[in-house]
């Protein structure tokens, strides 16, 4: 499902140059991106430029993508999970018009993966490429509203208040109440935010094989996290971390085990958990694995149909 | 790509295909720094005057621009060409200063006597230091060096000559430094591999 861009600028027209960025920009953030490397964890200041897309809509993962998309990489771009929503699909169409690169969907073929707050279900393989747009890297930022300060708690290594931030959590709803953006500990040394993906994806970020990059275009931070390194999220003995879980399987392949979102269908209180990552989903039913509600043609025998499930 | 003939003046043998060729050189360094000990091919883009080898001019006219001090050692400054050629292609003013520059190139390694005098970065702002280019013969034939740390399933080898003087040293006070210290990069022929300040040597017999 590899799509090749059909547009290529017209040779008579004045195009930008490969991949929007001028290669002086460039240049200034492939030398961020080996410090962040080499640093893991730590977030490298780096001059954002301004987008043809506003702040929030992936300004930073966009930077880091032209910086090191080539001609013969194959980009895919989620948000949320879903290749098909408008972020996705705008920022896909971007680099196939400005880099003239292959497009995908499916997670396997992609060389490049940007993503919006997702990691795909399926593990990602040594060699591909990681991107994630952050919209707020600094993770002590809600806790110390001066740059000034979370630079020194950073240098110092001084990471008690994130502690406390937990363990209020705790005192307050008896457990550790934070759900996205969930704070890890990178090589046992920099505290970082992973970016509002759903802790559940927390785990994938430990010893992946694939490299991982985060760009925030507005707050003007690069950071990476090399293949096989260790990525730990806070917690405490008493209250060890832990990953949210569903109680039902995906309604329309039957998944289990995945990040599900939650859709209404009426009014009368009637909704469906679906998979998150569509590329999974899509390639689960492909494979026959038949939800609840998925409909039309009978269901295969190794998915009986639970009772719990609301009727349509 | 074609290979060139060395250069026989400062104006030839840069990139043919700016934007191609960094964007490739670019992807095997970023590879092998996030792996280190592992050997990436580097293409023959740039044809710099000796003793700059292909694989450290092409690293350098990657990175390096009016942004970046490059720091060069004195078997790099015998003659001006290698200066006037990196000035000319990239536009990087040159310092004699190790602590001021962004990225250094050595064309002796052996010859370097001290790792600490290039800029460490500071506790803040590690990633304000020098990144140091080492030319060398060979990243498979030197004596074997075994690596851990981010990047390394288990563990890696690279034996990389020549080196500077007491590397396994100097490299165990510039990991205790992290997050400051150095980072290096091996520019083999028609090879890179990197070693960042977050590896560790060990002995292979542990």
Not at chain 2, 44 to 56: F, G, I, K, N, Y
Not at chain 2, 77 to 95: C, E, L
Request: with cysteine; hydrophobic share 40%; aromatic share 8%.
């Amino acid at each position: 499902m590899i799509a090749h861009a059909a547009d290529a600028p017209a040779q008579n027209l004045a195009s930008y140059n490969f991949a929007y960025l001028d290669e002086q920009t460039k240049r200034m953030i492939r030398r961020a991106i080996l410090k962040g490397i080499a640093i893991p964890g730590y977030q490298v200041p780096f001059a954002s430029r301004e987008m043809p897309m506003p702040y929030g809509w992936g300004t930073g993962g966009v930077q880091v993508t032209a910086a090191i998309i080539g001609r013969d990489d194959v980009l895919k771009v989620i948000d949320q999970g879903a290749d098909d929503t408008t972020n996705a699909v705008s920022i896909r169409a971007f680099f196939a018009k400005t880099a003239g690169v292959a497009t995908t969907t499916t997670t396997p073929d992609a060389t490049i993966i940007q993503t919006r707050h997702r990691i795909p279900e399926t593990p990602l393989h040594a060699g591909q490429v990681l991107v994630y747009q952050v919209p707020i890297p600094e993770p002590l930022r809600f806790l110390e509203p001066r740059e000034t300060e979370t630079r020194k708690m950073h240098a110092l290594e001084e990471y008690g208040l994130m502690h406390v931030k937990l363990y209020e959590d705790i005192a307050r709803n008896g457990r550790i109440a934070t759900t996205y953006a969930y704070p890890v500990k990178v090589e046992g040394r920099y505290v970082m935010d992973p970016s509002p993906t759903p802790k559940f994806d927390n785990p994938k970020m430990h010893m992946s094989e694939a490299l991982q990059l985060f760009g925030a275009g507005r707050e003007k931070r690069i950071y990476a996290i090399p293949p096989h390194t260790e990525v730990v999220s806070l917690d405490f003995e008493d209250h060890p971390f832990e990953i949210q879980h569903f109680d039902e399987p995906c309604a329309l392949c039957g998944a289990e085990q995945v990040y599900l979102d939650e859709v209404v269908l009426d009014d009368k209180g009637g909704r469906m958990f679906v998979c998150s990552d569509t590329h999974h989903c899509e390639s689960r039913r492909a494979e026959g694995h038949r939800g609840a509600l998925l409909g039309d043609e009978p269901a295969f025998g190794d998915q009986p149909l639970t009772d719990k499930e609301p009727a349509l | 790509m074609p290979h060139t003939p060395p250069s026989t003046t400062i104006y030839e043998g840069g990139f043919a295909d700016p934007v191609g060729a960094s964007q490739t050189v670019f992807r095997a360094l970023m590879d092998a720094m996030a792996q280190p000990g592992t050997i990436h091919a580097l293409p023959h883009v740039t044809a710099p005057p000796a003793p700059l080898t292909a694989s450290a001019s092409a690293l350098i006219a990657t990175l390096a621009d009016a942004d970046t001090p490059v720091w060069l050692d004195p078997a790099l400054t015998k003659t001006s060409a290698v200066r006037d050629w990196i000035v000319f292609h990239t536009g990087a003013p040159i310092t004699l200063h190790q602590s001021e520059a962004a990225f250094a190139v050595v064309a002796a390694p052996e010859k370097l006597s001290a790792l600490n005098g290039f800029a460490l970065g500071s506790q803040e702002f590690p990633d304000r230091s020098t990144s140091v280019i080492l030319q060398v013969a060979t990243l498979t034939d030197g004596a074997a060096l075994t690596l851990e740390g981010p990047g390394i399933k288990g563990r890696a080898s690279l034996a990389p000559d020549p080196l500077p003087q007491h590397f396994t040293e100097q490299w165990k006070a510039n990991r205790q430094a992290f997050p400051r210290g150095i980072d290096v990069i091996l520019a083999g022929p028609a090879c890179v591999a990197a070693m960042p300040r977050s590896t560790r040597l060990i002995r292979p017999e542990a």
